[in-house]
């Protein structure tokens, strides 16, 4: 039977089995020729045996082990694969090498953690030693401090009552005219409240602590350590600040209305009355600073006889030292393990050149897609569908998965 006459075989026959019987005469004949690249090959082929699906396969296979067969007999694929490989050892070796270096850098500040850890450890043994010793910085704080809220404790008593009274008191006549400074300092205040009678009086008194209250709280919010303690601190001031504003309305109102007696007391006049200004001022700031003091003094009695602030922070120095140690160490167990990793592939690697046969699969995959290439470029020549193309490219798929797996 002559080679074109296998080839008119029709589909029917191929699929019951004869594919077989009718290519492997062919194919021991039909090899790539000298001087033909794997495009021409597939072309050549698809044209011989008119594109049939069930050929494709075993010329890919063959392709694949003729390409290896050649690549085992050339010395020099051989040389130039084992050198290829020889440099991905190189390329290791400089690896390993690089996290040798990291992990000698990590076994340094391991070592300098160690000595400050003992260092800081020696410090808190010191200062836990002193613990109840008279601390004069802070009694010297403590003192002066105390000094300084006494003195704003009574400036704010005589303040808040003054315009507590003159605010919310205060009844106009012709023998006492009020002014800015009886407003804020009234030294009659109390005794004028007394003949009110008790409830004024006792409400007079007891209007500054108020605001002593306010910064006794603006102490203890501080001092808290979680970030809503911002927020608890500015509605703090904003309601001392409201409140001193409602004070200085009411004392501006008093002696716009002694002074002019015509018209409503406006806001808009208030915002640009200087008397209510220093009514805010000499009210808001002073609870201010006392609130601060208080703060410096609270402090300072803590540390007393005491060096918890300082015991405080050597613990957590430490405590954040142990962190950093604990994290250094745990990189340096990944270091080995990289290590270990990149000499596990080392070995495999020169296992491969000692004792196998090299194979560049990248080459015999360009040879397998050249082929492909031409063959699908016949298929279109002789008119073949898209269909009939695409499970070509299916097989070719299939077969190159079954192949380099």
């Not at 004869?18 to 021991?28: A, L, R, T």
């Not at 004949?29 to 699906?53: A, F, M, N, P």
């Not at 002193?130 to 004069?136: H, L, T, V």
Request: with cysteine; glycine share 6%.
């Amino acid at each position: 039977m002559a080679i074109s006459d296998i080839w008119r075989i029709n589909n029917a026959e191929l699929n019951e089995g004869s594919v077989d019987n009718v290519m492997n005469p062919i194919m021991g004949e039909d090899s790539i020729k000298e001087g033909e690249t794997y495009t021409q090959y597939g072309l050549r082929i698809c044209g011989r045996v008119t594109g049939c699906h069930p050929a494709l396969t075993p010329y890919l296979s063959k392709i694949f082990n003729e390409e290896k067969r050649l690549q085992h007999r050339d010395e020099a694929t051989q040389t130039i694969l084992k050198q290829q490989l020889m440099q991905e050892i190189v390329q290791i070796d400089g690896e390993i090498a690089k996290i040798e270096n990291q992990k000698t850098g990590l076994e340094d500040k391991i070592q300098r953690l160690d000595e400050t850890i003992l260092e800081t450890k020696d410090k808190l043994s010191r200062a836990k030693s002193k613990d109840g010793e008279i601390n004069r910085m802070a009694r010297a704080k403590f003192t002066i401090g105390s000094l300084i809220i006494v003195l704003l404790t009574i400036y704010l008593f005589i303040f808040y009552s003054s315009t507590f009274y003159s605010a919310f008191l205060y009844q106009p006549s012709t023998e006492n005219d009020l002014s800015l400074g009886s407003a804020m300092l009234n030294a009659r205040a109390y005794s004028e409240a007394l003949q009110l009678g008790f409830g004024p009086f006792i409400f007079i008194v007891t209007a500054p602590i108020i605001f002593l209250g306010l910064g006794y709280s603006l102490h203890f919010f501080m001092i808290q350590k979680e970030a809503i303690k911002w927020f608890k601190i500015a509605a703090l001031l904003y309601i001392t600040f409201a409140f001193d504003c409602i004070l200085a309305y009411k004392i501006g109102e008093l002696i716009y209305n002694e002074q002019w007696n015509s018209g409503d007391y406006a806001i808009s006049m208030a915002i640009n009355d200087v008397n209510s200004w220093a009514v805010i001022f000499c009210g808001f700031i002073v609870y201010l600073i006392w609130g601060i003091v208080f703060d410096m003094i609270m402090s300072a009695y803590e540390e007393l006889r005491s060096n918890k602030h300082e015991i405080n922070q050597l613990e957590l120095k430490i405590e954040a030292d142990k962190n950093n140690l604990s994290q250094l160490r745990q990189d340096i167990i990944d270091a080995d393990g990289e290590i270990h990793k990149l000499q596990n592939n080392k070995r495999g690697i020169q296992e491969r050149i000692n004792n196998s046969i090299l194979v560049d699969y990248t080459k015999i995959k360009t040879a397998l897609s050249d082929f492909f290439a031409g063959w699908v470029t016949m298929m279109s020549a002789l008119g073949h569908s898209e269909e009939n193309q695409a499970e070509a490219k299916r097989i070719y798929d299939q077969t190159i998965t079954q192949l380099f797996n």
